[in-house]
């Protein structure tokens, strides 16, 4: 069985470890946190998760809904 690769993206620090923190206890792995909506890009392309988990009101000029598209 593989393990299921999550990108959180959350501009809340304390948030995203949380979440981190959490999805590892149930058993995926988070390789990275992205910050931003340009951040997401770059780490989905380069890491090519199996979900992504974005907060849509992000920091910077890209929201999550606009990183989504």
Known sequence: ?????????????????????????????????????EEAISKAVEISPDLVLMDIKLKGSMDGIEAAQ
């Not at 593989?2 to 590892?24: H, M, N």
């Not at 058993?27 to 931003?36: E, H, R």
């Open 1 to 37: 069985m593989t393990t299921a690769k999550i990108l959180v993206v959350e501009d809340e620090a304390i948030v995203a470890k949380d979440l981190q923190y959490r999805l590892i206890k149930f058993g995926y792995t988070v390789p990275v946190i992205a910050s931003s909506g």
